[in-house]
């Protein structure tokens, strides 16, 4: 199923068996796809040599940083994923954790991990917000 034909499925059909495999399928891709990027990352890392010249070492210190901090933003990605599939298997997958509404499958396929419709996550954005400034 492409994300068209997703799309294009009446609203009273929402998160139903096809619904559900293209998203698992997703999930699965990402996922893949994520632990793939975490080695070519490793592999990167691991090829980087320390430069005598003091111009060109900042240059691979900086690429080093940045290589880092891509595993571990895909690092912490992982869990989010296994979530979601998750919740796909006990069938809360697509439905906000506070409202109980449908998430929606245009915020699906841009964020297949979300656990909350919009106006739920604006308001933990806010919470969120308010604790940092606390």
């Known amino acids: 199923m ?3 034909e997703l799309l294009a499925m009446p609203a ?15 999930l699965q891709a990402t996922k ?6 975490i080695e070519q990352s490793r592999v990167a890392i691991e090829s980087l040599d320390t ?15 940045w290589l880092v901090n891509s ?16 919740r796909i298997s006990d069938e809360s997958f697509g439905w906000c954790d506070d409202s109980g509404e449908a998430i929606g499958l245009k915020r699906l396929l841009i964020s297949p991990t979300t656990k909350y419709c919009i106006e ?3 308001r933990h954005e806010q919470i969120d917000k308010h604790q940092r400034q606390a």
């Open 2 to 4: 492409t994300k068209e």
């Open 12 to 26: 009273d059909d929402y998160m139903n068996e096809q619904q559900l495999a293209f998203f698992v399928s997703l």
């Open 51 to 65: 430069p005598a010249d003091p111009a060109d070492a900042a240059s691979v210190e900086e690429e080093r940083h």
């Open 71 to 86: 595993i571990e933003r895909d690092q912490r990605l992982l869990p989010q994923l296994e979530m979601a599939l998750g």
């Open 32 to 37: 893949l796809e994520t632990h793939e990027r």
């Open 120 to 122: 739920a996550q604006e």
